[in-house]
Nanobody, 124 residues
Framework: VQLQAFGGGLVQAGGSLRLSCAAS????????VGWFRQAPGKERAFVAG????????YYTDSVKGRFTISRDNAKNTMYLQMNSLKPEDTAVYYC??????????????????WGQGTQVTVSS
């Protein structure tokens, strides 16, 4: 199982970034996937999640209306479009696949396969 995240970088507040995560080594379209982030000195936290077929999406309150998660099962790839970025969005962003095909919650413990992380820095 391999997940590889791309697309992080340095952006000014109010700007946009699009993260991508390429998956391989498992049946990507059988699992829920999500994006998590970890800021310095803080625990890894849920950002956004999407069900195996893309029918349902979930977001932490602080990113609702600004971030959009999506997936392309034909390409084994997931995305996180981030708009109106704020300095508090600065963190290492991780993509992850759930431990089981269907999950009722999108907590860190519900996800077993993780990408290497990509740094997002938002300057004020």
């Amino acid at each position: 199982v391999q997940l590889q995240a791309f697309g992080g970088g340095l952006v000014q507040a109010g700007g946009s970034l699009r993260l991508s995560c390429a998956a391989s080594g498992f049946s990507f379209d059988d699992y829920a996937v999500g994006w998590f982030r970890q800021a310095p000195g803080k625990e890894r936290a849920f950002v956004a999640g999407i069900t195996w077929n893309g029918a349902d999406t979930y977001y932490t309150d602080s990113v609702k209306g600004r971030f959009t998660i999506s997936r392309d099962n034909a390409k084994n790839t997931m995305y996180l479009q981030m708009n109106s970025l704020k300095p508090e969005d600065t963190a290492v962003y991780y993509c992850a696949a759930s431990k089981t095909p269907i999950v009722n919650t999108y907590r860190v413990v519900d996800f077993g396969s993780w990408g290497q992380g990509t740094q997002v820095t938002v300057s004020s």
